[in-house]
């Protein structure tokens, strides 16, 4: 069970929970703090080399930590989100403070929080008389401005600060660019090879991939077959109504819903999903990762997501769990789930960090298209007629979560045909999944998602008419459109929008070879068939909000 620290606690260990002092300073006796260490809330690895000093721990270092209103309020968080921090965050104070660490932590609503960052530094080095600083590099661009300016601030005044690398991920900020220099685009698979050949993943005794390709993904496009419905997830209890009621008293506005807890938040959870996804759920990852189901809101995810992002589980021991699964079983476990699995965590998600990293901070303005409608309000209550996009909607205010499917071809794909500003279409991302920080989110939602990169991220604008969504999957049978047309009243909308989308773009996409296709269909279309589809987007577009 959590327990919940006090205000602006200072933690220690050998005394018992009835006896703890208050301030790791002279007031409360014990030694003077000679460095602080900044601990945010996506740095969560126990595993660090601050945590495993073999002497033992520092008894004048102080870990600060704290839930802070600058980081809740950002953007308009789901609930769960926040609520899976502050587990998340409070249980790893406990972990530190059991292996006799000092740890200073601020609830959200401490009288006395900063509720600030950078404030919390300057608060803490002020009252512990600390002259040395230490914190690790952040994962978002925003923050290590902010404490960048803060170290010149603090080195003016003598202060002695480092940053430190947080020793979790399995690429450096540099290999992405050492490995692109010099090269006119920025294909993944090339950068996942590379990685694969470093890291000696799924490799054969010649050093070639294990069954002979690198990549199995055309085997991982099935659609869930009729009735079938995957093992039920497992779900981890939590008592998370004080938090909520900390969240009112502190005036932190959220979204979405939490009626009952299922997430992981501590490293001993993740461990236990991880054993549970690779028993359970990834022999039929693979075949069926890209489905669209009613059947299950995560079919065979792993959700692990959320305990790698906020770095209680590493990916490291992520992937070479599931490799060493495969090895032990390769009749019940697929190569294709083995590899489509670590190719997400091994390829994908070190190449989207090497995205962020190489192009922000100008990553963040960019819009190919010059998109500039709103996002559909319907998007914050699932309140469409449309099947697919209001069960992803619903699914996401109840449980801050969908598959990467559900946001790619389905809430991606529409904010993408509908025009809508990728700025909206950012915060909405960040802001409802659970496993949502910026350097992941941005690179999938305006560049995979939306193409507002033009074409840095992905080799072509994903998106689709109504009949691949039929084809994964979507609940199209219960839809009040008609899947099957493009014109009309009741035409499923993505339809008209998908031609729509293609015929406004012409002059930036037609030069694509992924997308000649489309134009020569397009064009053999009648003109007045043609007229009538344009007409209906229109119609489409002019009610929007009203779908």
Not at 354 to 365: E, F, N, S
Not at 509 to 532: K, Q
């Amino acid at each position: 069970m959590v327990s919940l620290l006090g205000r602006g606690e200072v933690l220690q260990r050998p005394l018992p929970r009835a006896k703890r002092q208050g301030a790791g300073n002279p007031r409360g006796g014990m030694s003077p703090v000679r460095e602080i260490r900044l601990v945010l809330g996506d740095q969560l690895n126990i595993q660090h080399p601050w945590f495993s000093n073999p002497s033992g721990p520092e008894p004048d270092v102080l870990y600060l930590m704290g839930e802070y209103r600058s980081e809740s309020t950002d953007v308009l968080h789901h609930v769960q989100k926040v609520i899976a921090f502050f587990l998340a965050m409070r249980d790893f104070a406990e972990e530190l403070r059991s292996r006799g660490h000092r740890v200073q932590y601020w609830q959200i609503d401490a009288p006395d929080n900063p509720h600030s960052v950078t404030r919390a530094v300057e608060q803490a080095l002020a009252e512990h008389g600390a002259q040395r600083l230490q914190w690790m590099l952040p994962d978002e661009w925003r923050l290590e401005e902010e404490l960048r300016a803060l170290t010149e601030t603090l080195r003016a005044r003598g202060c002695w600060v480092e940053a430190t690398d947080t020793h979790h991920f399995l690429t450096t900020r540099e290999d992405f660019t050492r490995h692109f220099q010099g090269k006119k685009t920025f294909i993944m698979e090339g950068f996942y090879r590379m990685l694969r050949r470093k890291h000696q993943v799924l490799l054969d005794n010649t050093g070639g991939p294990e069954g002979g390709d690198w990549n199995y993904d055309a085997a991982n496009r099935k659609a869930l077959p009729k009735g079938h419905r995957p093992p039920e997830a497992r779900v981890f209890a939590h008592d998370f109504k004080a938090i909520q009621s900390q969240l009112q008293r502190a005036g932190v506005v959220t979204w979405g819903r939490c009626e009952r807890w299922e997430w992981p938040v501590t490293r001993a959870e993740g461990l236990e999903l991880l054993e549970d996804f690779i028993d359970r759920m990834l022999p039929g990852f693979g075949a069926f990762q890209d489905a669209l189901s009613d059947a299950s809101p995560t079919l065979y995810h792993s959700r692990l997501s959320f305990v790698l992002n906020v770095k209680l589980l590493s990916p490291r021991e992520v992937v070479e769990a599931v490799e060493a699964a495969w090895r032990r079983d390769p009749e019940r476990i697929p190569l294709s789930s083995a590899e489509g699995f670590i190719r997400q965590i091994l390829g994908w998600r070190e190449y989207v960090r090497g995205h962020y990293w190489h192009h922000m901070p100008g990553y963040a303005t960019l819009n190919y298209f010059q998109h500039d409608a709103p996002l559909p309000r319907w998007y914050w209550t699932g309140e469409t007629r449309m099947a697919c996009l209001r069960q992803a909607v619903k699914a996401t205010r109840d449980m801050a979560y969908a598959h990467h499917i559900q946001r790619l071809m389905v809430t991606g794909n529409f904010a993408l045909l509908a025009g809508v500003h990728p700025d909206e279409v950012d915060a909405w991302y960040l802001g409802v999944y659970i496993d949502a920080l910026a350097w992941v989110e941005m690179p999938n939602t305006r560049g995979m998602s939306q193409f507002a990169d033009g074409g840095l991220v992905g080799t072509k604008p994903y998106v689709s008419s109504a009949n691949y969504l039929r084809k994964m999957g979507a609940p199209c049978a219960g839809c009040h459109y008609r899947a099957g047309e493009r014109t009309g009243e009741r035409a499923c909308p993505f339809n008209s929008l998908y031609w729509d989308f293609h015929h406004r773009h012409r002059a930036l996409l037609e030069s694509n070879p992924r997308i000649g296709m489309v134009y020569r269909l397009w064009d053999r279309m009648e003109a007045a068939e043609r007229a009538a589809v344009l007409e209906r987007a229109g119609q489409v577009l002019g009610q929007i909000h009203s779908l």
